[in-house]
Structure formats: C-alpha cells, structure tokens
Nanobody, 123 residues
C-alpha cells in the first residue's frame, strides 16, 4: 500500500533552518516525480517545490528560491526539503506528494500525499 510520511517540522525563529524529510513506501519511488506543498488555515494548499523522478530537475515558487532546496534519494526512497533563512510567511503544514509526470515545471497527476508536518516560524 503506497505511503508517504513527512517528518522534521518544528518551531524556529525567523532566519533559522529546518530540514524536512518524506519517506516513501509501497510504490516505485524512483518512478515518480515529487513535490512539496504547504497550507495555512483558511488558505488553499500552495505548491512550494517540485522535482523530477530522477532528481535531475527542480523548480521552486519565487518566494522560496535561493532559500529552499528540494532533493530526492531514490536508493533510500526519501524526499528532502532543506529550508534556510525561514520567514514567518513560511509557516504552515508541509505536505509531500508523488506524481506520475513532470510537465509545465511541476509534478502532475498527483497520486499520493503524506499526512503533513507543521512548520512554525516566529518573528
């Protein structure tokens, strides 16, 4: 049964760093593109970063470029999101997702989602 489990969230002050991980199981991890999304109460889920199945290409929303890094270890079936210089507006529940195809600069046909991990950045 396909499963994604996020971890690594927490509370930090502005300017701090966090490293999120997403462990996959029950599906061919290496064959899926993946992404990180985030959501705050009352807001739609927002994409943050995407990565191709091989990990060779990554894309980011403008507000996190230069601060966040998405990477993928297919041998370990783990997706990462390294977050530096965090800002209060980065606060939210972060979700990882796995999709079937990478097009238009994002992972598409999303098939699986994790349960989310909370990130809180205080000013």
């Amino acid at each position: 049964q396909p499963h994604l489990v996020e971890s690594g969230g927490g509370s930090v002050q502005a300017g701090g760093s966090l490293n999120l991980t997403c462990a996959g199981s029950g599906f061919l991890f290496a064959g899926y593109c993946m992404g990180w999304y985030r959501q705050t109460p009352g807001q739609d889920r927002e994409e943050v970063a995407h990565i191709t199945s091989s990990g060779s290409r990554t894309t980011y929303i403008d507000s996190v470029k230069g601060r966040f890094t998405i990477s993928k270890d297919n041998a370990k079936s783990i997706l990462y999101l390294s977050m530096d210089n965090l800002k209060p507006e980065d606060t939210g529940v972060y979700y990882c997702t796995a999709g079937v195809s990478f097009s238009r600069n994002r992972c598409q046909s999303l098939a699986y989602w994790g349960q989310g991990t909370q990130v809180t950045v205080s000013s």
